[in-house]
């Protein structure tokens, strides 16, 4: 028997309740902030009530955060079920933050706006990990989605209690209804910490002390809960949005700014985060280069886009769904056209201030259309001439004959997402030929199955490739196998990538991420994920389109380990480090040469050996949610529509004789406790 491979998640991800209560505005405070404190380290993802219910969200997740809003419709959504996961995450070594509504909501008791009859909320909550009570208004004026009681309170910090990095002695945040933490110094024996407190007079009784951010030690883990809103942060505040002094509140959030922010990093260190040194600024997009190995076949793209181009005042553009593309032919390139083409810091495409919460959707993404190759003073963070260097020679190599995938690409230094930009386009995604691949450097709006978001910083290798899957061969190849195709060609591409890497420990998780041994826990046999894998089907004019997504941990150590770390452990330096481009180039023809393979064979005998001698699973032991619990252990996929077989384990773990086959659309693998659970 296989021994069971010890799986491990490393905690990557920050998640955001944005359910019942919240408001769209403190989300999204929020994720932008968070997003520019964390990243490259973690993912920061929005999650509904359901998904904290009843999703395996707890063994990866390093952070759950409580944003503002009214904390009556958390109640509502979390209690009972929700809250005693949150509670038991917690206790077992997670992090809580809670802003706002939800300071008030991770307190033993509630007590908000008292005697007024149209606001008072009153009552004991559930989680209590702070053992009192949060009061507020702390401030009078308070009215529901209105900025009439906004302010800009001074808080008094603790510094000798957040003694990480620069920490600020005093800073004015946003508050808009918080509470204060009444007594919080009088606690101190049950593990709270008062990280910050008002100076100014307060509407409510304080008691002891006026605390206006705290810290609470809860089992083996902890939780900060704040009255005001430290994430919020000036640049993303309307000066006209409230009275006559509105915008003074607003300059005085924003002198304040850096101590703010350096205030909110000693707080997630606190909670055992680890923050990014430089606060990571908003990236602008950059432009989208178009090219491809025969000039010819990038003419032809651009003739049958003309059909979709229209032309206003100077400028052609492409108007579609999601996003609007102004097509460009290359200019001489002097040093201010490149400096248009790269992505700048400072400005959005509008020439806006770029520091703020930015709407990728609206601005104009700049397509150049080339007919040689982009030089790289074009795109200094990838090499065209490299990377079509090493697609023609692996091509080469190809038995099933190899030319499609890859020949022609978009690349992006900074891009939303290159699953979105083909995906969520359906006219420019239809005119796209068979192995069409977008890639980038850097995603701001990366996309992940189910909730998950890709963390793609510098040093990933994003692509996505467009697959027209005809439909005769629905029957004889299902589409569905396609997940596994593309699977497989990480695998095999990363073994394949030159000699001497065909040791590398790479195996594939059903049905289709890839995890890697971790270096840094080699000894135990643990594995964490390195690779997201996200497919899109439509149907269109009798073929499938889909859009395959790749995300993988080239170069870049965070958030979980990376290629080259595999390869400097496992293969003692005898080799030489990855690179993007020819990785590009060995994934995209091995999927290729796997895709063309499939269509003539479909998923047969050797298919499958191939499959199972890369995969994670056989004769795993697991639980299946769905059937109440039972033991069974993993046989493999069928080979018809890839579904998984389970047989049952009774007495002993001795078979029954009773087979389940799961499907990948409606289950999903919690490796971590053996459980395969259904799909919310």
Known sequence: MTATPNLTGKKVNVLVYTGNGTTVESVRHCLYTLRRLLAPHYAVIPVSADMLIKE????????????????????????????????????????????????????????????DKTYEVVGDRELAFFPGICRGGAFSGFAYHSEAGARAPELKVSKEVLNAGVVPERFRSYYNGGGVFFNAASYADQGVEVLANYTEELNVDPGSSAAAVVYCKVGEGAAVLTGPHPEFAAVNLDKQAGGPGYGKLVDALAADDRARTDFLKACLAKLGLQVSQNTTTVPSLSSLHMSSLDPADTSSILSS?????????????????????????????????????????????????????????????HVVVHEDLPSSKITPYFNHHAFYSNLRQYQSQMREGASEFGSSILYGEVVTSTNTILEKNPKLLRKLPHGFTATATTQVAGRGRGSNVWVSPAGSLILSTVVRHPMEKFQSAPVVFIQYLAAMAVVQGIKSYDKGFEEMPVKMKWPNDVYALDPESAEKGRYTKITGILINSQYSSGEYISVVGIGINATNASPTTSLNALAAHFLKNKTAPFTLEKLLARILTTFEELYTRFLRTGFDKQFEEMYYRDWLHMHQTVTLEEEGGARARIKGITRDYGLLLAEELGWDDRPTGRVWQLQTDSNSFDFLRGLVRRKV
């Open 305 to 365: 886009l003309q059909e979709l181009i229209t032309t206003d005042g100077e400028g052609q553009f492409l108007k579609d769904e999601n996003d609007t593309f102004r097509i460009e032919k290359p200019e001489a390139w002097s040093m201010d056209s490149l400096q248009k083409a790269l992505p700048d810091e400072s400005k959005d495409d509008s020439g806006k201030a770029g520091d703020g919460i930015v709407d990728y959707n609206a601005i104009v993404k």
């Open 56 to 115: 395996p969200w707890t063994f990866t997740c390093a952070l759950l955060v409580i944003p503002g809003g009214a904390d009556l419709g958390y109640c509502r959504a979390l209690n009972g079920a929700g809250n005693q996961r949150i509670k038991h995450f917690v206790r077992r070594g997670g992090a809580y933050l809670g802003f706002c509504a939800g300071g008030y909501y991770g307190s033993k008791r509630c007590e908000f706006e008292v005697g």
